[in-house]
């Protein structure tokens, strides 16, 4: 089982920023793309954003303009700034990585929380 790391959740006043990252355990991982995903209490979990090999970028309708996802491919880390956060941001969120192309597998973070709050 790989153990992606992630880092950077925490407690932040509404309009504030945090930038959450991710990378997998050594550089013996050929990926195809990374992603950011997030569960609010009582939801279900939803694609926050993800970026490709050739750095395409998706992004959720709720996160367009406030949040940027990106890597840097040398370290095999995916980036995920978060501004003018939302009490609606406040969520556990995971990270994801799809190996291989095309990929066959895909592994996930044990995810950091990001509460919003005043």
């Known amino acids: 089982q790989v153990q992606l790391v992630e880092s950077g959740g925490g407690l932040v006043e509404p309009g504030g920023s945090l930038r959450l990252s991710c990378a997998p355990p050594?550089?013996?991982?050929?990926?195809?793309?990374m992603g950011w995903y997030r569960q609010a209490p009582g939801k279900q979990r939803e694609m926050v954003a993800t970026?490709?090999?050739?750095?395409?970028?998706t992004y959720s309708d709720s996160v367009r303009g406030r949040f940027t996802i990106s890597r840097d491919s040398a370290k095999n880390t995916a980036y995920l700034q978060m501004n003018s956060l939302k009490l609606e941001d406040t969520a556990v969120y995971y990270c994801?990585?799809?190996?291989?192309?095309?990929?066959?597998?895909?592994?996930w973070g044990q995810g950091t929380r990001v509460t919003v709050s005043s």
């Open positions: 994801n990585i799809e190996v291989g192309f095309p990929p066959k597998n895909s592994f």
């Open positions: 050594g550089d013996r991982f050929l990926i195809y793309r």
């Open positions: 970026i490709a090999h050739n750095d395409l970028t």
